[in-house]
């Protein structure tokens, strides 16, 4: 039994010490790394350069309209109103995390993420020069005619 874990100790030693070198040499990369793989996971709520949408603001709402299927069972039920959606703008410029904060009826909730996450790429938001994650809120309005 003694053996066996003195054996335990030696290769526990060993790994460390490869660790200990590995971090030593390659240590400025690694944090890099780490640094950046942290970054990309933040959402930030607030930054110096908000994401835009292709074209702007005329062009996400006319992108919208065009792309927008009223579901028939909430003109037939006369739902109409906005859905305040919330989304990610991701650093790369896609978007992600689509969710309702307020619905007014399932289908037209459910239509409203549908929408959002099929748009287009978007130019991403910036802090310090840099591309970054932002959170995004949006009314995605109903409006029958």
């Keep these: ?36 793989l942290l970054a990309d996971a933040k959402v930030f709520d607030v930054v110096e350069e908000q994401p835009s949408f292709p074209g702007g603001q005329g062009a996400l709402m006319s992108w919208l309209a065009d792309n927008i299927k009223y579901p028939v069972e909430a003109a037939k039920n006369g739902a109409q109103g906005r859905v305040i959606v919330q989304f990610v703008v991701t650093a790369t410029g896609s978007i992600a995390d689509v969710k309702v904060i307020r619905g007014i009826e ?15 790429k978007w130019t991403p938001g910036k802090q310090n ?9 949006y009314p995605v309005i109903f409006r029958l005619q």
């Design 1 to 36: 039994m003694l053996n066996i874990n003195i054996i335990i100790m030696k290769k526990n030693l060993v790994l460390f010490f490869l660790m200990l070198f590995a971090v030593t040499v390659y240590g400025q990369n690694v944090t890099e790394q780490i640094q950046q």
């Design 106 to 120: 399932p289908s037209l909730d459910k239509e409203a993420v549908r929408v959002i996450s099929n748009m287009p």
């Design 129 to 137: 020069g840099t591309a970054v994650n932002v959170r995004y809120t």
